[in-house]
């Protein structure tokens, strides 16, 4: 046996004569995950119970309040990982298998216990967690409402690779099992129940006797054993339903994915080969399949997103740990309009009161509506309830009295995009706010640092621009003008974290972040049409690359008027780098104006997907200044390589603290493509050489295609973005 573990995670004790427990218990972490050290600690655990006389049943649980297991350690799967993308049998593969069978042993050592077995899930259950439970005969779920089970692997990239993709099909079906580990979705208690994961739902504080009184049971009745049994044999689709089942699974994923996320169909086909087989074959499958997964660029990309995503989640938003935010609980919006109504909607349905203002009761009415059928639609799929709806409208008022601002904490102001009706506003604000209320404007366009100059306090005033939907859109960028405090910017990102979103703390500048590197995207696209590109060309390559919509259509839905509005900002800001177009402003001249009027670059005539238009054709004729024939590399390359240029810029101008703000502002804010890992990481993982290379091509073009100083040095110094 090995000398004793340290700071052992793991307990061991007999509750009753015969009856072993094991608790897990990470020290000094919040979470229970699974790396090797812990391995090795189950490893000597189980071979103290083989050795253990007349052993009568074993419970596992968490010593954690709330939290069974989190899945793998990822910075350890990381880490282990090879640095490059590995070839096909090349490279870092023999660690990842050797290091996927050691786990799918010791596993496989619970299944082998001359006794019935228990887990007592109470808390997130996740990944590796849930793979190991359901090596065990039962599965209890507590009532903690943390409570939740489940295989988010595809999320990062890779399949359950630990026997969960052979032994949850034989649990609970295998169509129902690949539906939850391609959306990599988890199930609360109740519902693990219902579908079979778990063998009852029972009391937190009740678990470890009702373990007890299943182990009696089991034992009695031998029940266990035919478990055990079934287990291993082939699940036995007929034909006809293996073909139906994956079939179906298939073109739903391949239709969410558009194939480029590969881990969802490694999963299907890892599922569909392995329940015909015995358990024993199955893994075998799934362990082909799933160390092709490990460390592919796709798999890293989706592990640093889930850290970049991590670390916002605990980012104050400043330097200085001193900062606390103020916690707000009133806040006042500005505007019933589109951003007004939302904003205030997502205030109150995450607990905060909300008083909204405007101009005329009727658009209050229409504020109000608005966020009543965001609930409402939510209460439609089952993701909101009716007292839910109640209480956000308790947490609601409206009111034409800006009086009625004197109490509150925080004021957005999301009003017309005017500065001169804005500022007016904030004067008249002064006598009525309370000395230390933030101000907080939703504008998109127009400058923090030179608005501030119309209020009493500048350090209390700042921007906090939500994006639209607000309801669906996780992004806020939190606005930091030349005098706001530390402590304004503290007490917005934690509003809006509080309101369920994700601040990026940002620097006063044209465009702030995500606008401000989307427009020299727009810019090329528009450039592209006027050599001589189609229109359709240009928004397939940039599907192709994985963006949501194309540039195009991404137009045409922010509307011509508004793009040409807030392209001018941003290209007078950066006149050197953008370059100038007819095409937009001679559409909005002809009233159209994209989605909203019918047609713009698109016709809209027949509903929201736009559709080829011949009306479009004279316009396009009228502004071309060529008809070159242009392959989608090239387009990818141009529409892509004007917003590196931009995003290296905004880093080195210290606009955003950190590379993976960027990465993020764009993943969240415009859909850019998360395989990709981000408009940075992608710079990363093709090589500031092989970038320079590319950008050399395109110089005549412009300064948009010149390295920056930023870039250069990383080629010279062999750095990247992100550390290695
Ligand atoms: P909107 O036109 O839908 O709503 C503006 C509302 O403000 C109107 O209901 C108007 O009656 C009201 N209003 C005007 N002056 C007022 C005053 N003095 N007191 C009270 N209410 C007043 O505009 P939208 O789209 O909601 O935009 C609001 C702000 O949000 C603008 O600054 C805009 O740039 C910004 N924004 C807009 C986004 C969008 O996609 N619509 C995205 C992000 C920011």
């Known amino acids: 046996m090995s000398a004793p573990v340290k700071d052992p995670a793991l307990r061991l004790d007999f509750v009753q004569p015969g009856i072993a427990r094991i608790t897990f218990d990470m020290p000094g972490s919040r979470a229970n995950t699974l790396n090797q050290g812990v391995q090795s600690e189950f490893e000597n655990i189980l071979t103290q119970l083989e050795a253990t006389p007349n052993l009568q049943g074993l419970i596992f649980c968490s010593g954690k309040p709330g939290m069974f297991i989190a899945g793998a350690d990822l910075k350890e799967l990381a880490s282990v990982t090879p640095p490059s993308p590995p070839l096909p049998g090349g490279e870092g593969r023999p660690d990842a298998r050797a290091l996927t069978l050691r786990g799918l042993r010791f596993i496989a050592r619970f299944e082998k216990l001359p006794c019935p077995t228990v ?32 295989l988010p692997e595809t999320k990062i990239g890779l399949i359950p690779g630990w026997g969960g993709t052979q032994r949850l099909p034989r649990l609970i079906g295998p169509s129902i099992a690949a539906e939850m580990i391609c959306a990599g979705e988890a199930a609360k208690a109740q519902r693990a129940r219902a579908i079979g994961m778990v063998w009852d739902v029972v009391p937190s504080a009740k678990m470890l006797d009702e373990g007890l009184r299943l182990l009696a049971w089991s034992r009695e009745s031998g029940e266990w054993q035919k478990i055990r049994t079934k287990k291993q044999q082939p699940i036995g689709l007929s034909e006809d339903q293996h073909q139906y089942t994956f079939g179906v699974l298939k073109g739903q994923v391949l239709a969410k994915t558009k194939g480029q996320f590969p881990a969802p169909l490694a999963a299907i086909e890892a599922i569909a080969k392995g329940c015909n087989l015995t358990l024993e074959e199955g893994l075998k499958v799934e362990t082909d399949h799933f160390i092709p997964l490990i460390g592919s660029t796709i798999s890293r990309n989706l592990i640093a997103l889930f850290f970049m995503g991590q670390r916002l989640a605990k980012d104050t938003g400043v330097a200085d740990a001193a900062v606390q935010p103020k916690d707000v609980n009133r806040v006042g919006v500005i505007g019933a309009g589109i951003m007004g109504a939302g904003i205030a909607g997502a205030m109150v349905r995450k607990g905060v009161h909300a008083t909204m203002i405007d101009v005329a009761p009727e658009l209050l009415a229409k504020g109000v509506a608005a966020i009543t059928k965001v609930i409402q639609t939510r209460i439609d799929i089952g993701r909101a309830t009716q007292t839910e709806l109640a209480s956000a409208a308790a947490l609601l ?32 604000l002064q006598t009525i706010l309370s000395p230390d209320a933030i101000l907080a404007s939703n504008t998109s366009t127009i400058s923090i640092t030179r608005m501030a100059e119309a209020v009493k306090n500048p350090a209390n005033f700042a921007g906090l621009h939500f994006f639209n939907p607000v309801d669906r859109m996780q992004l806020v960028e939190v606005i930091r003008g030349e005098k706001t405090s530390d402590q304004t910017v503290a007490t917005l990102v934690a509003l809006a974290k509080k309101a369920g979103k994700t601040p990026i703390v940002v620097k006063d500048c044209p465009g702030f972040l995500v606008n401000r590197i989307l427009f020299p995207y727009l810019n090329e696209a528009m450039v592209l049409l006027e050599e001589g590109v189609e229109p359709r060309a240009i928004d397939k390559a940039a599907s192709e690359f994985g963006m949501p919509m ?19 900002v941003v290209n007078r800001a950066f006149a050197d780098r953008a370059q100038e177009t007819k095409i937009l402003g001679a559409l909005v001249a002809a009233g159209r104006l994209g989605q909203k009027s019918g047609a713009g670059f698109y016709s809209y005539a027949k509903g929201l997907r736009g559709a080829d238009d011949p009306a479009l054709l004279p316009f396009l004729e009228k502004c071309r200044t060529g008809k070159r024939t242009i392959d989608a590399e090239e387009i990818r390359d141009r529409l892509f390589l004007p917003m590196l240029v931009e995003a290296s810029l905004v880093l080195s101008e210290g606009i955003v603290r950190d590379p993976s703000d960027v990465d993020m502002g764009l993943i969240l804010g415009i859909g850019f493509p998360t395989q990709h890992g981000g408009l940075l990481r992608r710079a990363d993982n093709v090589g500031m050489s092989n970038i320079l290379t590319l950008l050399a091509k395109y110089e005549a073009l412009g300064k948009r295609f010149q390295p920056t100083p930023q870039m250069r040095k990383m080629v010279a110094s062999s750095k990247g973005f992100f550390p290695a």
């Open 119 to 150: 887990v007592l899930i109470d808390g997130g259950c996740m990944g590796g967690g849930l793979e190991m439970a359901l090596a065990f005969d039962y599965r209890l779920a507590g009532t903690n409402p943390k409570t939740e089970i489940g």
């Open 397 to 428: 008022n409206t009111t034409s009295n800006y009086g009625q601002l004197a109490d509150r904490e925080v004021i957005i102001e999301a009003v017309v995009e005017n500065e001169g009706v804005k500022t007016k506003l904030y004067r008249e």
């Open 550 to 568: 194309g540039p195009i259509t991404l137009s045409d839905v922010v509307g011509l008027d508004t793009a040409v509005y807030a392209g001018e």
